[in-house]
């Protein structure tokens, strides 16, 4: 009975040690905008937008002192291009210093001679466990993702890996964050037709908070705001894929 009932216990206890291969916390933050200008208003596109590029690399620092697995950052890391090259390279020592695994998505506001500091890719994929990261450039041009990209994409999400995308601008309008924008046609149709995509992440709105679950789609699109958002400053998403 003694021997059964130790058997018992070491086996609860080994099953209980196993780690959950699809378990993966994600801290995700966009539209750093670091740089040396106090305030830049946005507020005429949408209300109370207005960030504080100077305080974005204390907010970025105190973002990589939170524990998690992946640190994803959804794009304009720096303000302008005449910044990129300074404070993308401070983003890039305060990551190396943190030793923490961080990963950068390619904005609008973003340079190729800063961002090289960041990433040596504007598009590529991780995988995590059970998970598959895939980070989009959506600033090839009017289309906004190109061909040759898409066609990498298909590629890429044909795995039995479940997916998060994370991108810069949106696929739908600011608007109402449900209305399809035309140039995101033939990436959404992607997401439609492959179900193991479970999130789709994107910034450059700045205000919006929230997820939304569109008909038609197994994904759930996130947006997440500015990290140095007036009123929120240094919010960041936590995700725990599971």
């Not at 959950?20 to 305030?39: C, E, G, P, Q, Y």
């Amino acid at each position: 009975m003694k021997k059964m009932l130790l058997a018992v216990l070491m086996l609860a206890f080994f099953v209980s040690s196993v780690p959950v291969a699809d378990a993966l916390t994600l801290n995700v933050t966009s539209d750093i905008h670091a740089a040396s200008k106090k305030k830049r208003d946005y507020s005429k596109y949408t209300a109370g937008n207005v960030v504080y590029p100077k305080k974005a690399e204390k907010y970025f620092k105190n973002w990589l002192k939170n524990s998690g697995d992946v640190f994803l950052t959804l794009g304009d890391n720096s303000n302008t291009c005449k910044d990129a090259k300074k404070y993308d390279k401070k983003l890039r020592k305060a990551v190396d210093k943190s030793k923490k695994e961080v990963y950068f998505v390619y904005g609008n506001h973003d340079c190729d001679k800063g961002f090289r500091y960041l990433s040596s890719s504007k598009h590529y994929a991780i995988d995590k466990d059970g998970w598959r990261i895939i980070v989009v450039n959506t600033e090839e041009g009017d289309a906004k993702i190109s061909e040759t990209q898409l066609s990498w994409l298909k590629e890429q999400v044909n795995t039995e890996k479940k997916v998060v995308i994370a991108m810069h601008e949106p696929a739908f309008s600011i608007v109402d964050r449900t209305s399809v924008d035309a140039r995101f046609q033939p990436f959404l149709d992607i997401v439609k037709a492959n179900k193991n995509i479970k999130y789709v992440l994107a910034g450059h709105y700045h205000v919006f908070n929230e997820t939304k679950e569109i008909e038609g789609y197994t994904a759930k699109f996130v947006y997440v705001q500015a990290l140095t958002l007036k009123g929120s400053e240094g919010r960041f998403l936590r995700l725990d894929l599971e």
